[in-house]
């Protein structure tokens, strides 16, 4: 009877540390879930943050775009950093809501995309609608490097630990920065200054033409205040960027937008104008801008973001360059 006693006896030690252990394995997953999505948001939302372009280009510039934002930043890094979890432990649900996600997001870029239409018809000089376009792209791209920063930072601390995540949140934020980056005009074309001038009533930069100004007013008001920039493609990749209307629109509206333009709305001769040289392929850009001067306006239009649909490569194809030869 004893030893029938102390085997029952026994056996029910070894259930009740079966039970402690098993416990114990329920809260390290918990914690483990629990540091996994608080990092993974963290540094999802400061990635969102970081980039986030604040200045005359991007939409958004006022508080309330910018809240906006950062609260999509934020439900894309819960989404990321929960998905890996999840996952792990063979909660398949988490792909749907992945998918769901990617819709949403794609929804988010139209919005942002009629609305800046419908702002662009207010601008003395336009956007565009493929500077617009652009900008739209942009900001449902940077939701799924925010989503997936989120992602990477939170498999790596479940999987691993904290002091892991660290590295590979700076990684991730350092990556999404380069693959936001694009082409600027002064990578693909010479920028220098051009000469305004006229030949009776017709104005020129150089030798491009660009309108027929009768009004001694506003042909007076061109030779004291006028600026003209030439802009020289470096190839012919350049040179079938530069003849894209949408392109030569984002240049005469980033020229406006940072060096003022003297116009006002029933004044259209005074609205910057961006010409072609069929021959050459030069764009010439003739503006009346409120700061007159030319080394901004030079450091401006090199500036200018080379429009993803506006980018062309012909040299890439062999058709192209033997065309070029």
Known sequence: MRSSGDALKNNRIVKIGAIDVSLFQDILKIESFIQATACGVIIGTLTRYYLLRR???????YPHGVLANMALGFIASVIGAVAVPALAEKEYTAVTVLALAATQFREVRNLERTMLLNLDSMQLVRRGPEYIEGIARVFEARNYLVMLTALLVGGVTYWGSILYSIPVALITIFISCQLMKGKEIGQ???????????????????????????TEQVKNAYLERALGVVIEPLDDNGRTTLANLGQRMAIAHDAAALLGIYRDADTAEFTPVVRRNLDTGRVALVIVPIEKDIEFLLEAVKRVPVLESALRMPLLNPIGRKASD
């Open 188 to 214: 693909i074309a010479k920028v220098r200054e051009g000469k305004v001038y006229f030949k009776g009533p017709n104005l020129f930069v150089e030798d491009i033409h660009f309108m027929n100004l009768g």
């Open 55 to 61: 200045d005359y280009r991007q939409y958004p510039s």
